[in-house]
């Protein structure tokens, strides 16, 4: 989809770390204005919005029914943030795939105001437990253009499934 709004003021102009990611998430919560009229439920496939592209990282609004959630993935290289807006997500984070000792997933609860930054490597799986639907905003740099899809074959220990590309 295309671009729906503008970066905010105060954000770093082109996030590219982690910590830059979620402060570009940060700041787009707080601009409930910038997405609030855009949340839609939609089931079976989740809905999501590109809110923000920039020359090299984009933003996104994602919402998930309870009981929707991802696949195990990864973010082609791309580093990320996501906050949790509204509702609460389960974030489950694998070691990396090949990891000699892999260990099992650890599990975290996210509420808002709660953000999730990451490097290029991070593999996750993202659910909402329920009761209640959720919504998260998302930064990647660069923009996601991969993502590979990974089965969980016992104690965390990764098996690649696909890698398809991100359209948009
Ligand atoms: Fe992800």
Wanted: proline share 11%.
């Amino acid at each position: 989809m295309s671009t729906v709004a503008p970066v905010p003021p105060a954000v770093v102009e082109n996030p590219r770390t982690p910590h830059e990611l979620a402060a570009t998430v940060r700041a787009f919560a707080a601009r409930r204005e910038l997405w609030e009229p855009l949340v839609r439920f939609t089931r079976p496939e989740r809905w999501y919005r590109r809110l923000a592209v920039g020359t090299d990282h984009e933003v996104w609004l994602l919402t998930w029914l309870p009981g929707q959630g991802t696949e195990i993935h990864d973010h082609g290289g791309a580093s990320g943030a996501f906050g949790v807006v509204r509702g609460e997500l389960t974030e489950r984070a694998f070691a990396l795939p090949g990891a000699e000792a892999p260990r099992p997933p650890r599990l975290r609860g996210l509420t808002p105001p709660a953000v999730r930054a990451f490097g290029p490597r991070h593999v996750h799986q993202v659910t909402n437990p329920g009761p209640e639907p959720a919504v998260s905003i998302h930064a990647y740099a660069p923009a996601l253009a991969t993502m590979s899809y990974y089965a969980d074959t016992g104690d965390g220990a990764l098996r690649l499934v696909r890698t398809d590309g991100v359209d948009d």
